[in-house]
């Protein structure tokens, strides 16, 4: 199976500007997740999606980010405007049952210089 | 490119060696972890996963040791090789669905 998807690969933006990443899920899993992974550390959840619902975005900062799944399929994640501190990889994952088996794309790696 | 994990603790072994991967996990509510292999530039890949109500899951030179009482988690690799070569995370699962990653470990593989 086709695993997740995530675009571009790569951002440099300037402190201020914004900044969008994509990701297409694994066909037919109904949950989705963003995390983001400064460098040296774990990953951090920012939001879960269950179809195109959010089940969780408590650590999202929502003065600056936003995300959304519209149709239950693809998903954005938008950062306005971006902070120097927001330099990290933003990896999307998804699950058939939101309970196990998740599958972690590539990453879209931020520099906010 | 850049790697991840420059100032994660690092264990280093020689080829050939099995390697054991230490995690403490935070919530005794936990009923699911998973241990994740990233490569440098890679997301997370999956290597094994164990559920609360067993204490030990063998794969291919791969085992996962649960310790509920002391909240604890090991990964162990046997006959190391160089491609194993990654930073290691430990993740458990909440009641919340929320997958929640450790720390991290570097393994590196020497020759």
């Known amino acids: 199976e086709a695993g997740v998807a995530q675009s571009p690969r790569y951002k440099i933006i300037e402190k201020r500007q914004s900044v969008a990443f994509w990701c297409n899920p694994i066909s037919g899993h109904a949950t989705l997740y963003w995390y983001q992974q400064i460098l040296g550390q774990g990953p951090k959840l920012l939001i879960q999606f269950q179809n195109n619902g959010v089940v969780d975005d408590s650590q999202l900062p929502k003065d600056r980010f936003s995300a959304e799944r519209l149709k239950g399929v693809d998903s954005t994640l938008k950062i306005q405007p971006a902070k120097l501190e927001d330099s990290a990889v933003y990896l999307c994952?998804?699950?058939?049952?939101?309970?196990?088996?998740?599958?972690f794309g590539s990453g879209t790696r931020l520099t906010v210089v | 490119g850049e790697s991840v994990g420059l100032h994660l603790p690092t264990l280093s072994v020689q080829e050939g060696d099995n390697s054991i991967i230490n995690c403490a996990y935070s919530?005794?509510?936990?009923?699911?972890f998973i241990w994740y292999k990233q490569e440098s530039g890679k997301g997370p890949q999956f290597i094994i996963d164990i559920r609360s109500n067993m204490d030990k899951r063998q794969g291919q030179r791969v085992t996962v040791l649960l310790n509920k009482t002391v909240k604890h988690l090991s990964l162990q690799i046997a006959a190391t090789q160089p491609g194993d070569s990654a930073v290691y995370f430990c993740a458990e699962n909440s009641i919340t669905d929320k997958l929640i990653f450790g720390t991290g470990t570097r393994l590196q593989v020497f020759p």
């Open positions: 919530n005794s509510a936990s009923d699911y």
């Open positions: 994952a998804s699950s058939f049952t939101g309970g196990g088996s998740y599958t």
